[in-house]
């Protein structure tokens, strides 16, 4: 029987590499947890949204208070997002547990909020947030940590498995 390269079940599945679905999925989870963290902000269970920290900080421009500046916020904040999960890759890939990505999103908070907080002039210090703005945010980074770490963590689990049954099944 000849094999038909027009059919749909003959065709190859392009096949990317950990790295870049890595890369991948830190922008997908930087676009989904800021536009949460806008969401947070529009119903009042956080004080700061990502707008407040990326664009409000610098700019002055009055299009950054209008849907304009949220949207520009999340796709950078996906941009940033995509460094965030390669130094997640590079580090803590081979440890597959929700903790580990969890704990990630307490340290990206810890850095976020303490740290970088002198570079983002429009944005107060630590202790003069209210308890609200505290916990949410740090609730949203610590789900945050968790989809990217557990995300990378099962994607190289799953490829180190996957690599391991082929080298059987061909040597």
């Not at 990217?148 to 994607?155: F, V």
Request: hydrophobic content about 45%; some cysteine.
């Amino acid at each position: 029987m000849e094999k038909n390269e027009k059919l749909e079940q003959n065709k190859q599945e392009k096949s990317y590499s950990l790295l870049s679905r890595s890369l991948l999925t830190g922008f997908i989870g930087g676009l989904i947890w800021s536009t949460f963290g806008i969401i947070l902000y529009y119903f009042n269970f956080s004080s700061v949204g990502p707008t407040s920290f990326l664009l409000r900080s610098w700019l002055n421009a009055e299009w950054t208070s209008e849907w304009l500046g949220d949207v520009i916020s999340i796709g950078l904040i996906g941009v940033i997002s995509i460094v965030v999960a390669l130094i997640y890759y590079g580090l803590l890939k081979k440890m597959n547990s929700m903790w580990i990505g969890a704990s990630f999103g307490i340290v990206l908070w810890g850095i976020v909020f303490y740290l970088l907080q002198p570079i983002f002039p429009n944005i107060p210090p630590l202790n003069d947030y209210d308890k609200n703005t505290i916990i949410s945010t740090l609730c949203l980074f610590i789900i945050y940590g968790t989809f990217i770490g557990y995300s990378i963590s099962y994607d190289y689990q799953d490829t180190v498995i996957r690599g391991n049954k082929l080298k059987k099944e061909n040597g």
